[in-house]
Protein backbone atom coordinates (compact mmCIF):
# COMPACT_ATOMS: atom_id res chain seq x y z
CA UNK A 1 0.00 0.00 0.00
CA UNK A 2 1.19 3.56 -0.64
CA UNK A 3 1.78 6.06 2.10
CA UNK A 4 -1.45 8.07 0.08
CA UNK A 5 -4.95 7.33 1.62
CA UNK A 6 -7.78 6.82 -0.48
CA UNK A 7 -10.41 9.88 -0.26
CA UNK A 8 -12.92 7.49 1.58
CA UNK A 9 -10.20 6.29 3.98
CA UNK A 10 -9.51 10.52 5.06
CA UNK A 11 -13.30 11.11 4.89
CA UNK A 12 -13.90 8.48 7.30
CA UNK A 13 -11.06 9.78 9.68
CA UNK A 14 -11.58 13.46 9.58
CA UNK A 15 -13.16 15.00 12.78
CA UNK A 16 -13.69 18.62 12.97
CA UNK A 17 -13.41 20.74 15.47
CA UNK A 18 -15.87 22.37 17.84
CA UNK A 19 -15.20 25.72 16.19
CA UNK A 20 -15.74 24.66 12.84
CA UNK A 21 -18.51 22.68 13.83
CA UNK A 22 -20.52 25.40 15.35
CA UNK A 23 -19.35 28.14 12.78
CA UNK A 24 -20.86 25.50 9.87
CA UNK A 25 -24.26 25.38 11.49
CA UNK A 26 -24.34 29.04 12.24
CA UNK A 27 -24.04 29.69 8.26
CA UNK A 28 -26.55 27.03 7.20
CA UNK A 29 -29.13 28.38 9.25
CA UNK A 30 -28.43 31.81 7.96
CA UNK A 31 -28.06 30.89 4.57
CA UNK A 32 -31.32 28.80 4.80
CA UNK A 33 -33.49 31.91 6.47
CA UNK A 34 -32.34 34.16 3.52
CA UNK A 35 -33.03 31.69 1.01
CA UNK A 36 -36.44 30.89 2.47
CA UNK A 37 -37.42 34.74 2.24
CA UNK A 38 -35.48 35.48 -0.60
CA UNK A 39 -37.49 32.65 -2.78
CA UNK A 40 -40.60 33.56 -1.45
CA UNK A 41 -41.05 30.16 0.17
CA UNK A 42 -41.39 31.65 3.51
CA UNK A 43 -43.81 35.26 3.97
CA UNK A 44 -43.97 37.33 6.87
CA UNK A 45 -47.03 37.69 8.69
CA UNK A 46 -47.71 41.37 7.68
CA UNK A 47 -47.09 39.94 3.98
CA UNK A 48 -49.59 37.16 4.83
CA UNK A 49 -52.51 39.03 6.24
CA UNK A 50 -52.56 41.65 3.08
CA UNK A 51 -52.43 38.52 0.76
CA UNK A 52 -55.67 36.80 2.91
CA UNK A 53 -57.58 40.47 3.07
CA UNK A 54 -57.04 40.80 -0.86
CA UNK A 55 -58.19 37.19 -1.73
CA UNK A 56 -61.02 37.76 0.26
CA UNK A 57 -61.76 40.99 -1.48
CA UNK A 58 -61.28 39.44 -4.72
CA UNK A 59 -63.42 36.43 -3.72
CA UNK A 60 -66.54 38.55 -2.41
CA UNK A 61 -66.25 40.84 -5.67
CA UNK A 62 -66.34 37.59 -7.63
CA UNK A 63 -69.52 36.10 -5.82
CA UNK A 64 -71.34 39.75 -6.04
CA UNK A 65 -70.36 40.39 -9.56
CA UNK A 66 -72.33 36.80 -10.09
CA UNK A 67 -75.26 37.59 -8.49
CA UNK A 68 -75.11 40.73 -10.42
CA UNK A 69 -75.23 39.17 -13.61
CA UNK A 70 -77.67 37.03 -12.76
CA UNK A 71 -80.24 39.65 -11.47
CA UNK A 72 -79.33 41.77 -14.59
CA UNK A 73 -80.42 38.70 -17.00
CA UNK A 74 -83.62 37.89 -14.44
CA UNK A 75 -84.98 41.24 -15.26
CA UNK A 76 -87.67 41.78 -18.19
CA UNK A 77 -85.72 44.26 -19.99
CA UNK A 78 -82.53 42.27 -20.04
CA UNK A 79 -81.92 42.86 -24.03
CA UNK A 80 -82.84 46.23 -24.08
CA UNK A 81 -80.44 46.77 -21.08
CA UNK A 82 -77.53 44.92 -22.73
CA UNK A 83 -77.49 46.98 -25.58
CA UNK A 84 -77.49 49.82 -23.44
CA UNK A 85 -74.85 48.78 -21.38
CA UNK A 86 -72.65 47.63 -24.76
CA UNK A 87 -72.97 51.90 -25.98
CA UNK A 88 -71.76 52.92 -22.74
CA UNK A 89 -68.37 54.23 -22.48
CA UNK A 90 -66.09 51.83 -20.42
CA UNK A 91 -65.30 53.94 -17.38
CA UNK A 92 -69.24 54.73 -16.79
CA UNK A 93 -70.21 50.80 -17.07
CA UNK A 94 -69.84 50.33 -12.98
CA UNK A 95 -72.00 53.25 -12.63
CA UNK A 96 -74.78 52.02 -15.27
CA UNK A 97 -74.56 48.40 -13.59
CA UNK A 98 -75.11 50.30 -9.75
CA UNK A 99 -77.56 52.70 -10.56
CA UNK A 100 -79.33 49.85 -12.56
CA UNK A 101 -79.85 47.82 -8.89
CA UNK A 102 -78.31 44.76 -9.95
CA UNK A 103 -75.60 44.84 -7.16
CA UNK A 104 -78.06 44.54 -4.22
CA UNK A 105 -77.87 41.65 -2.20
CA UNK A 106 -79.25 40.53 0.43
CA UNK A 107 -77.88 41.21 3.96
CA UNK A 108 -75.19 43.44 2.17
CA UNK A 109 -75.24 47.35 3.05
CA UNK A 110 -71.95 48.70 1.48
CA UNK A 111 -70.77 48.15 -2.63
CA UNK A 112 -68.40 45.48 -2.77
CA UNK A 113 -65.47 47.51 -4.62
CA UNK A 114 -64.71 45.90 -8.01
CA UNK A 115 -67.93 44.14 -8.13
CA UNK A 116 -69.91 46.52 -10.50
CA UNK A 117 -66.68 46.58 -12.50
CA UNK A 118 -66.71 43.06 -12.88
CA UNK A 119 -70.19 42.66 -13.64
CA UNK A 120 -69.92 44.53 -16.29
CA UNK A 121 -67.01 43.11 -17.87
CA UNK A 122 -69.00 39.58 -17.29
CA UNK A 123 -72.51 41.12 -18.99
CA UNK A 124 -69.97 42.83 -22.11
CA UNK A 125 -68.48 40.16 -22.52
CA UNK A 126 -71.86 37.98 -23.43
CA UNK A 127 -72.48 37.56 -26.98
CA UNK A 128 -76.15 37.02 -26.77
CA UNK A 129 -78.37 36.14 -23.80
CA UNK A 130 -78.77 33.04 -22.53
CA UNK A 131 -82.28 30.96 -23.40
CA UNK A 132 -83.16 30.62 -19.94
CA UNK A 133 -81.75 32.01 -17.02
CA UNK A 134 -82.80 30.58 -13.35
CA UNK A 135 -84.43 33.18 -11.03
CA UNK A 136 -82.26 33.07 -8.04
CA UNK A 137 -85.13 34.56 -5.71
Avoid: H
Amino acid sequence: MSDINSFSTRWNAYRPTKKLWIWSMVGVSCLTVVLGFTLGVWVPIGRATVMAEIAARDATAKLVASICVQNFLSSTDAPERLAMLKKTSSWQRAGFIEKGGWMTVPGVDETVPGAADLCAVRLQDMEDLPETVVDAT
